[in-house]
């Protein structure tokens, strides 16, 4: 039998929130059910946790906040636990291979989103979405690159991102963590900033053996989390890759797959 489930680990995008980027009542309701059966509940995203900070009240979160796919650890003050920042060879070679593929680059640091064009793909509606704006710059500087904690590769070319994900996963192995967050995003992070660290991180600090750990997740970057669990659910949008590498599958995210998903999975463990 599957070991009672103490933690529940959820992504943001395309699982906890609709395509709106809104949490629904239901979720709402399911993650409180959570709570009250004595089962705790964190998140994780490439988002940076600036991006998060909206979830913390709504779902009376009380765990650490993994933010840029594990690369950054924040309390829920958002007062930051721990960082891993990419090392200085990956940046550089990182730049130079985005525009190889026609990939815009932005750049985040523990506390600033750098982009190098206000109208480039996606930043209107990533301000949006994270609540908070992009800092436009000329260039980026070095300082600004010695304190990079994620580079994200962005085109709406499709093809060219999953491209360069293979690309960049050849060409920095070990040294990094490439995986695309959105067919739209390509994440670039410290080889340890992956969600899979994440549930080792959270197992750790919470005290949680990690086989009492579900996760919940939509895209190729929650495949490593998948496997670092004791049980995981894709969400009913995730690719076909996403829904066989993970234990079980449940609705989409229009349509409450995760709340179905605490409920039919996990209060019924």
């Not at 599957?2 to 933690?7: H, N």
């Not at 993970?246 to 019924?268: C, F, P, Q, Y």
């Amino acid at each position: 039998m599957m070991p009672r489930i103490a933690l529940l680990l959820a992504d943001v995008d395309g699982t906890l929130v609709t395509q709106q980027k809104m949490l629904t009542e239901e979720t709402k309701a399911a993650v409180a059910a959570l709570r009250d059966a004595g089962i705790r509940f964190a998140v994780t995203s490439g988002r940076p946790p600036r991006g998060m900070a909206m979830l913390i009240d709504p779902l009376a979160i009380d765990t650490p906040l993994a933010g840029f796919n594990g690369g950054v650890f924040v309390n829920p003050d958002l007062s930051v636990i721990a960082e891993l920042r990419i090392p200085p060879d990956v940046v550089t070679a990182t730049l130079a291979a985005l525009p190889d593929y026609g990939l815009d680059a932005w750049l985040y640091t523990g506390t600033e989103w750098l982009v190098t064009r206000a109208d480039g793909p996606h930043v209107e509606h990533e301000s949006w979405t994270v609540k908070f704006d992009a800092v436009v710059v000329e260039h980026f500087t070095d300082a600004q690159l010695k304190d990079a904690a994620k580079i994200v590769g962005v085109s709406d070319d499709l093809d060219a991102v999953a491209k360069c994900e293979a690309a960049l996963q050849q060409q920095l192995g070990s040294r990094a963590s490439a995986t695309r967050s959105q067919p739209y995003y390509l994440d670039i992070t410290h080889a340890d900033a992956n969600k899979g660290g994440v549930v080792k991180e959270l197992s750790h600090r919470l005290g949680i053996p990690t086989e009492r750990i579900a996760t919940i997740g939509d895209m190729p970057n929650d495949v490593l989390m998948f496997r670092a669990s004791g049980f995981s659910i894709a969400m009913g949008n995730a690719s076909a890759e996403v829904r066989q590498a993970a234990s079980t599958v449940t609705d989409t995210n229009e349509h409450d797959g995760l709340a179905k998903a605490i409920r039919r999975h996990i209060l019924t463990a």
